[in-house]
């Protein structure tokens, strides 16, 4: 098992992304997070049912012993949403009562180990209050990638992690060649166009699982839970490659950018966050020394 399966503290993230509109053109009914990590998230529901347990099988995986693997099953039928526990150990609960099976009406508690989401329906005005007030906290306006208050925030719970459970994480800062040049030459608004395509690309290929934010004005971080040093340098090069490639329709023509990403491996030794930031800052700056446009790590020394 997976030592993330053990952990008894957190709720899986799911990648930010824009509120979905369903076939008929309706905002779809969703899920809020009262009470765990990811205070204020949203889950969409639609057509397809969502699986809630610690599985990480599950459409929305909770990771708490008191969980089971499979807790609860949420699907759409024609008069609405239902809610079926799935002979969990500790029971679903709807309103603080156990349930077997349920309708859920707007404004509903659900409670599972020390979860509680709120299903609203799709009519719901504090849907998309909850919805707006989320990104509003948590996201960087520009790019939709984490901002860097909560990348810190998420970055000390997987550091908690790898350290309980001695398993490795890596963290890379990538930052934009000669950005500023790309101010001053072409204006801000073209250089708001290269930050979103860094970010566009950073989260096309990112997996799940990773921590993607904007820490700066031209500076964006990766954290990788359950990666070691080589195959983070592998993903590193992917994006670098990826960025380079890029041909970028700014006001004097196509242009080509590129980025310098600099990887550390949380160490032994290591006391928190600002010890692995000023590891994969070190490595950044000796990108930038050896002529940028490449990644550096402990493996390239």
């Not at 299903?119 to 860097?148: C, G, K, W």
């Not at 160490?267 to 930031?277: E, H, I, P, R, V």
Request: proline share 4%; aromatic share 6%.
């Amino acid at each position: 098992m997976n030592a993330r399966d053990n952990d008894a503290s957190t709720t899986q993230r799911r990648t930010m992304r824009p509120q979905r509109i369903d076939g008929a053109g309706h905002v779809p009914a969703c899920l809020v997070v009262l009470q765990g990590q990811r205070l204020g998230q949203r889950i969409d529901l639609g057509d397809n049912p969502l699986v809630i347990g610690r599985s990480p099988e599950a459409e929305f995986q909770i990771l708490e012993r008191s969980v089971s693997r499979e807790h609860c099953r949420i699907w759409r039928e024609p008069a609405g949403y239902r809610i079926k526990d799935l002979d969990s150990t500790n029971k679903t609960f709807l309103n603080d009562q156990p349930i077997i099976e349920a309708e859920l009406k707007d404004g509903d508690h659900i409670s599972i180990g020390s979860c509680v989401l709120k299903f609203m329906d799709r009519s719901s005005v504090e849907a998309r209050y909850h919805e707006e007030i989320y990104q509003l906290a948590t996201a960087d306006p520009l790019t939709d990638l984490y901002n860097r208050r909560q990348f810190t925030e998420l970055l000390e719970k997987e550091l908690a992690r790898a350290a309980n459970h001695k398993r490795p994480l890596v963290l890379l800062i990538v930052d934009i060649d000669h950005f500023k040049s790309i101010n001053d030459r072409y204006g801000h608004p073209s250089g708001d166009i290269v930050l979103k395509k860094v970010a566009l690309t950073l989260r096309g290929l990112s997996r799940e699982e990773f921590i993607t934010a904007r820490i700066g004005g031209e500076e964006f971080a990766v954290v990788l839970p359950e990666h070691a040093l080589e195959q983070a340098v592998g993903f590193a090069e992917r994006l670098r490659e990826g960025i380079a490639g890029l041909s970028l329709a700014l006001t004097g023509g196509p242009q080509r950018v590129t980025v310098s990403i600099g990887a550390a491996a949380w160490a032994d030794g290591m006391s928190g966050s600002s010890d692995l930031m000023r590891a994969a800052d070190a490595e950044l700056y000796r990108a930038k020394q050896a002529g940028r446009n490449r990644v550096s790590s402990a493996l390239t020394v």
